[in-house]
DNA sequence: CTAAGGACCTGTCGGC
DNA sequence: TGCCGACAGGTCCTTA
């Protein structure tokens, strides 16, 4: 599912189409997601404008003059843009339905999505405790160097922290650690500093690339015209178990970390 | 405070 | 072909 390029890759796609339109309609299938959609959301989205689409982390941010929607994509979800017209199918949860005949359509199989209203979405409580955006400046490596002091966790479950860097998820996590050279189990507190601006680099460098692949598909992730991301063929290690390390061709290793599968060459990272 | 594990869901895939 | 377990891109919550 979507990690932070998904993410902006979805934003940058439904941008043109919602900027400026006016909503008509908002129709809800299935109210049950992460959490259940709020009752009054149609009531405060109708014949509001939308003047922008905003990203903080994982959550898109649809703006109103009167507050905005957050939505988060969960596992498996995906937004598109559609014709009124078009008949939903089953896990096709809510449409935002615009003047134009337009609708943002919402689809999420597995319900770990979200969708939800706030006045003041950076100070909601899903949101007012993220760490900084890992694009901006504010996130370096001494920045991560010194956060990571005394931290136990690994190095892996450390960058997949919210709290301590938003949008690294379970596959550029591999991905940025394969670049930086470094072993997905170490410990966190446990990595020199000049190792940490490498990791720092490294990530900015994968999501970046990412994002202008239109993020990766392997299996749910689709853009908002219903098309698949390019990223998975620049994967170097996430899903290549058993398959030869493209710097060094030894075998790539999958090991459990935190519950999620981790993939890493044993040679190249230490 | 940190860390670990469970929980929430449905769909798909591989093995028998 | 059918069944069954393992697994999937997130992250909150509870417990120790």
Redesign the pocket.
């Known amino acids: ?3 932070l390029p ?1 993410v902006e890759t979805t934003r940058l796609g439904i941008t043109p189409w919602v900027l400026q339109k006016i909503i008509i309609d908002v129709k809800i299938r299935e109210s ?1 997601l ?1 959490w259940p959609i709020p009752q009054n959301i149609k009531d405060k989205l109708l014949n509001r404008e939308i003047f922008s689409v905003k990203r903080r ?3 898109l941010l649809l703006e109103t003059n009167n507050g905005s929607a957050i939505i ?5 979800g995906s937004l598109r843009i559609i014709k009124n017209s078009e008949p939903a199918s ?2 096709d949860h809510f449409d935002i339905v615009f003047s134009d005949g337009l609708a943002l359509r919402f689809r999420d ?4 999505g979200s969708f939800l209203w706030s006045k003041n979405p950076l100070s909601h ?2 949101l007012n ?1 993220l760490g900084p955006e890992p694009l901006e400046s504010t996130f370096t490596g001494t920045y991560l160097w010194e956060t990571a002091r ?5 190095i892996k ?2 960058i ?1 922290n ?2 301590i860097v ?6 550029y ?1 591999s991905e940025s650690l394969f670049m930086a050279g470094i072993n997905p189990r170490r ?3 446990r990595i020199s500093k000049i190792r940490m601006e490498e990791l720092v680099i490294s990530i900015k460098k994968i999501l970046k690339q990412a994002i202008n692949a239109g ?7 689709h853009n908002s015209d219903g098309g698949d ?1 390019y990223f998975k063929t620049k994967l170097s290690v ?2 290549r178990k058993c398959r030869p390390c493209l710097s060094c061709a030894a075998p790539i290793s999958m090991v ?1 970390i ?4 981790t993939f890493y060459c044993k040679n190249c990272q230490t």
């Not at 005394?150 to 690994?154: E, H, I, L, S």
């Not at 938003?166 to 596959?171: L, P, S, T």
């Not at 993020?215 to 992730?221: H, S």
Request: aromatic content about 8%.
């Open positions: 599912m979507p990690e998904e049950r992460r982390a994982k959550y988060h994509l969960g596992m498996s089953k896990h199989p597995r319900r770990f409580s899903l405790k005394k931290r136990k966790v690994t479950q450390f997949m919210a709290q938003v949008g690294v998820g379970n596959i996590a410990q966190a507190g993020g990766t598909t392997l299996r749910d992730f991301g996430y899903d459990v935190g519950q999620r599968s």
